[in-house]
Every structure is written in structure tokens, then in C-alpha cells.
């Protein structure tokens, strides 16, 4: 079992930026992790994933070359930093583990969900 809590979610200006942390206990962490939102009437959307090594990462368009995943497996942490905001990326933002390492951009690929940290940028 694994647990995934995050943080650092607020209220930001457009234009600013924000550094999400999704800290995880439980069982080894070696797993790929991700990154989704959700915002009011929408659907979960995938937003960025990571691999147990870190060498590859892989985003969604609408976030790519402003938003940045990393992780420090020694911490049990993934971090989402986010530049440039806009109120488009207003949104609940989730982190997920995917036990096979996948880089997947399916929610269905990942097993474990934190409980989500809300991201609310003003124009």
C-alpha cells in the first residue's frame, strides 16, 4: 500500500508560480509517478509523469515547456513546478503512482491517488 499526500496548492496571479510536493509512505518508493488536475465540471486530466529514475518525464501540451515534474527518491517526493500560470490551470491537482513504471497518461495506469491539493490562479 501506498500513501500519496500533496501540498502546496493556493491562490497565485496569472503570470506566477507554485510548487506542488506529493509525499509518499507505505511500500518501497519506486514506483513512476504522475501528475493530473481536475477542474470544476471537467474531467481528470493527465498533466505530467515521471520515472522511478528520472531520466525521462513526459507533459501534456497545454503545460509543456512552463511546468516542470522532478523527484527526490531519497525523500519519497515528486514535485510539480509550476510557471507561468494561467487561470486555465486553475484546478484540484492530484498526484498517482503507477506500480509498473509506465509514464502512463492514463488514470486507469495508476493505482494510488492522494487526495488533491486545489490550484487557483486569478487573472
Known amino acids: 500500500q501506498v500513501q500519496l499526500i500533496e501540498s502546496g496548492g493556493g491562490l497565485v496571479q496569472a503570470g506566477g508560480s507554485l510548487r506542488l510536493s506529493c509525499a509518499a509512505s507505505g511500500r518501497t518508493f519506486r514506483y513512476g509517478m504522475g501528475w493530473f488536475r481536475q477542474a470544476p465540471g471537467k474531467d481528470r486530466e493527465f498533466v505530467a509523469a515521471?520515472?522511478?529514475?528520472?531520466?525521462?518525464?513526459v507533459y501534456a501540451d497545454s503545460v509543456k515547456g512552463r511546468f516542470t515534474i522532478s523527484r527526490d527518491n531519497a525523500k519519497n517526493t515528486v514535485y510539480l513546478q509550476m510557471n507561468s500560470l494561467k487561470p486555465e490551470d486553475t484546478a484540484v491537482y492530484y498526484c498517482?503512482?503507477?506500480?509498473?513504471?509506465?509514464?502512463?497518461?492514463?488514470?486507469?495506469?495508476?493505482?494510488?491517488w492522494g487526495q488533491g491539493t486545489q490550484v487557483t490562479v486569478s487573472s
Open positions: 498517482a503512482a503507477d506500480v509498473r513504471n509506465q509514464l502512463a497518461r492514463r488514470l486507469l495506469d495508476y493505482e494510488y
Open positions: 515521471i520515472g522511478w529514475s528520472a531520466t525521462i518525464t
